[in-house]
């Protein structure tokens, strides 16, 4: 029963769900939730469904190795699998983080990181369709990567975490060199402090140490294909927008700087830096929680985090799309979580309450993901898209005997749109109608009933996008005779 209730539910939400594109440039929008992780396929499918319709198109889940294994459990890869075939059928694309659970098991030797490698390799062998591959997590960060720094004091981690990377990407492009392999997952800031309570690496200093390390090996291939980043803002009241020209930390507004680093640490090399594209792999800003719903958290919440009212968060995801989506390298935007963690020391950056019922942010966030798939959440200097007919299909003579005149398409962006029947020998216009339309959504452009003379007639329409507009697209259909 269980089963075929869940299985209603899938259908019923599949069909409400939007048809499914990617951003104009690229950009990616998804979403970091493990909840989609389940042993059954059916629940899979529900919960891949549930983010689709919110407005997410990539989702990024976790497979944890532990010293020892060359290669997932069957449960885990069944799991894996079930992620993958649930995506797939919804459009969605899967980033794979691949990690330690923690820095006590930090693949240090290179007998460890033969087995982690051997372990993200196993998944791409086992579960061809993920193709996308994130390999540790804040290597910057001591509760991740133990030792930072060395005895003396000199930088330890960057070299380290430089040596898993490449073993592991040389396994992954073994099974199959399509596989991408984004390497970092840095965090945003860090100490650079050897002797300090918490000895961590800002992002800027794990930067240039990864570059050096990388220089020193002489190697003749990159070692990543992208970098993963974490530019979550100091705390969650300071708007995205906010830069920090000077000082060590790395977020969203800080793009020129990390495109700097990145060309200073690898420009010359095997490894692409200033043009290597960057994929924001988790970006949250944590809400206030109401009264009606404080039975469901457990904990105190840090002092530090200074979280924001709902309508404050739908703003800043808002606007931290619209900062990325300007930003020629960037690929994809990753938003941590969907759901909100129980913990109050945890994060509460999610779009629905721990219970899974919505916040009121949801609906400025979906619409903020649909316009950054359509194209149209911010205007770009210099960003011209052109638009295309992703499906089309003119009215047959027949109905146009009739009376009966229209045109049906898709566009592959957000679109203005004309649609017109013309006088093939004069071109003059004889019916036209005009509208907009959102990516992939079906447009049944209605241009009569009407009687027409006896004469030589064709439909054409045009497509431009309305906020980075490039030129027309034109498209004609065949000539046709009335009657």
Request: aromatic share 6%; net charge positive.
């Given at each position: 029963?269980?089963s075929?209730?869940?299985?209603?539910?899938?259908?019923?939400v599949?069909?409400?769900a939007?048809?499914?594109?990617?951003?104009?440039?690229?950009?990616?929008?998804?979403?970091?939730?493990?909840?989609?992780?389940?042993?059954?396929?059916?629940?899979?499918?529900a919960?891949?469904t549930?983010?689709?319709?919110?407005?997410?198109r990539?989702?990024?889940?976790?497979s944890?190795?532990?010293?020892?294994?060359t290669?997932?459990?069957?449960?885990?890869?069944?799991v894996?699998?079930?992620?993958?075939?649930?995506?797939?059928?919804?459009?969605?694309?899967?980033?794979?983080?691949?990690?330690?659970?923690?820095?006590?098991?930090?693949?240090?030797?290179?007998?460890?990181?033969?087995?982690?490698?051997a372990y993200?390799a196993?998944?791409?062998?086992?579960?061809p369709?993920?193709?996308?591959?994130?390999?540790?997590?804040?290597?910057?960060?001591?509760?991740?990567w133990?030792?930072?720094?060395?005895?003396d004091g000199?930088?330890?981690?960057?070299s380290?975490?430089?040596?898993?990377?490449?073993?592991?990407?040389?396994?992954?492009?073994?099974?199959?060199?399509?596989?991408r392999?984004?390497?970092?997952?840095?965090?945003?800031?860090?100490?650079?402090?050897?002797?300090?309570?918490?000895?961590?690496?800002?992002?800027?200093?794990?930067?240039?140490?990864?570059?050096?390390?990388?220089?020193?090996?002489?190697?003749?291939?990159p070692?990543?294909?992208?970098?993963?980043?974490?530019?979550?803002?100091?705390?969650?009241?300071?708007?995205?927008?906010?830069?920090?020209?000077?000082?060590?930390?790395?977020t969203?507004?800080?793009?020129g700087?990390?495109?700097?680093?990145?060309?200073?640490?690898?420009?010359?090399?095997?490894?692409?830096g200033?043009?290597?594209?960057?994929?924001?792999?988790?970006?949250?800003?944590?809400?206030?929680?109401?009264?009606?719903?404080?039975?469901?958290?457990?904990?105190?919440?840090?002092?530090?985090?200074?979280?924001?009212?709902?309508?404050?968060?739908?703003?800043y995801?808002?606007?931290?799309?619209?900062?990325?989506?300007?930003?020629?390298?960037?690929?994809?935007?990753?938003?941590?979580?969907?759901?909100?963690?129980?913990?109050?020391a945890?994060?509460?950056?999610?779009?629905?309450?721990?219970?899974?019922?919505?916040?009121?942010s949801?609906?400025?966030?979906?619409?903020?993901?649909?316009?950054?798939?359509g194209?149209?959440?911010?205007?770009?200097?210099?960003?011209?898209?052109?638009?295309?007919?992703s499906?089309?299909?003119?009215?047959?003579?027949?109905?146009?005997?009739?009376?009966?005149?229209q045109?049906s398409?898709?566009?592959?962006?957000?679109?203005?749109?004309?649609?017109?029947?013309?006088?093939?020998?004069?071109?003059?216009?004889?019916?036209?109608?005009r509208?907009?339309?959102?990516?992939?959504?079906?447009?049944?452009?209605?241009?009569?009933?009407?009687?027409?003379?006896?004469?030589?007639y064709?439909?054409?329409?045009?497509?431009?996008?309305?906020?980075?507009?490039?030129?027309?697209?034109?498209?004609?259909?065949?000539?046709?005779?009335?009657?």
């Open positions: 029963m269980r075929r209730l869940l299985l209603g539910v899938v259908v019923l599949a069909l409400a939007p048809s499914v594109a990617t951003a104009g440039p690229g950009l990616v929008v998804g979403v970091v939730e493990d909840h989609v992780r389940a042993a059954s396929a059916v629940e899979a499918e919960r891949m549930s983010l689709r319709v919110a407005g997410f990539a989702v990024r889940v976790t944890f190795w532990l010293p020892g294994r290669a997932p459990s069957d449960e885990e890869l069944t894996l699998r079930n992620v993958s075939d649930a995506s797939r059928r919804n459009g969605m694309r899967v980033y794979v983080t691949v990690m330690h659970p923690g820095s006590r098991t930090t693949p240090l030797t290179d007998e460890a990181r033969g087995e982690f490698a993200a196993a998944i791409a062998r086992e579960a369709a993920l193709d996308h591959f994130i390999v540790g997590n804040e290597p910057n960060l001591n509760r991740f133990l030792p930072q720094f060395e005895l000199s930088s330890a981690s960057p380290a975490y430089l040596a898993l990377l490449a073993r592991t990407y040389d396994a992954l492009k073994a099974v199959d060199p399509g596989v392999v984004h390497g970092g997952a840095v965090s945003p800031r860090g100490t650079d402090r050897p002797n300090g309570i918490r000895p961590t690496h800002s992002p800027t200093t794990f930067i240039r140490g990864l570059g050096a390390a990388y220089r020193a090996t002489a190697r003749s291939r070692v990543m294909d992208a970098l993963a980043i974490h530019p979550y803002m100091d705390n969650s009241s300071q708007p995205p927008a906010t830069a920090h020209p000077v000082g060590t930390n790395v969203i507004a800080d793009y700087k990390l495109v700097a680093l990145l060309g200073e640490a690898f420009d010359g090399t095997a490894q692409p200033s043009k290597l594209p960057l994929l924001y792999a988790e970006f949250g800003v944590e809400s206030d929680i109401p009264a009606s719903k404080a039975a469901l958290y457990t904990g105190t919440e840090p002092t530090t985090t200074r979280p924001v009212s709902e309508e404050t968060q739908g703003l995801y808002e606007q931290a799309l619209a900062l990325a989506y300007c930003q020629p390298t960037v690929e994809g935007m990753l938003i941590f979580l969907s759901r909100d963690e129980r913990a109050r945890q994060w509460q950056s999610g779009v629905f309450y721990a219970d899974g019922t919505p916040k009121s949801l609906p400025r966030v979906r619409r903020a993901l649909e316009r950054t798939a194209g149209s959440v911010t205007r770009c200097p210099g960003l011209k898209l052109p638009v295309r007919a499906f089309l299909r003119f009215g047959t003579r027949s109905a146009a005997r009739r009376g009966n005149f045109a398409f898709r566009c592959s962006l957000d679109c203005r749109y004309r649609a017109r029947l013309e006088n093939a020998v004069t071109g003059s216009t004889r019916l036209s109608v509208g907009t339309a959102q990516v992939g959504e079906l447009v049944q452009a209605k241009l009569g009933p009407r009687r027409l003379a006896p004469g030589r064709r439909y054409t329409i045009s497509l431009v996008h309305p906020v980075n507009p490039a030129a027309p697209t034109v498209r004609v259909g065949p000539i046709f005779t009335l009657p």
